[in-house]
């Protein structure tokens, strides 16, 4: 039977041999290998970190600029503002869990950290970014 996710023994079969005996599973089932080389993952990280300081920078530039001056306090500005608070947050906690697994080759939280990413992600409006996506709860 799979033993699903446990910390340190992601994608190990329980119940192969003897009682309790652990090992990888049969061929064609889940292993514990990355899922990419380390070149790429190293794209991946390249991209998310780009998308992040971008994402961080311009919605900071943006609430900076509401701020700082009064014309632009009206009910359009003020959605818009709300959108760019929303894209920020998704940038700090949503981008930053996939980013750190990228750079390790693999999703290195547990797995309050892979829910941490997805709610993250979902609660500040992953919609809204085009570098973050909730599908890390897949392969936690």
Known sequence: ?????RSGEQGYWEGG?????EGPGPAGTLSPAPLFSPSTYERLALLLG????LGVGSNLLVLVLYYKFQRLRTPTHLF???ISLSD????VFGVTFT???CLRNGWVWDT?????????????GAGSS?????????TC
Do not use: K
Request: charged share 0%.
């Open 1 to 5: 039977m799979y033993s699903g996710n």
């Open 17 to 21: 041999g003897a009682a309790g005996a």
């Open 50 to 53: 780009s998308i992040g300081l």
């Open 80 to 82: 818009l503002v709300n």
């Open 88 to 91: 920020l947050l998704v940038s």
């Open 99 to 101: 980013f750190v697994s």
């Open 112 to 124: 309050v950290g892979c829910v941490w990413d997805g709610f993250s992600s979902s609660l500040f």
């Open 130 to 138: 085009p570098g973050c996506s909730t599908s890390n709860l897949a």
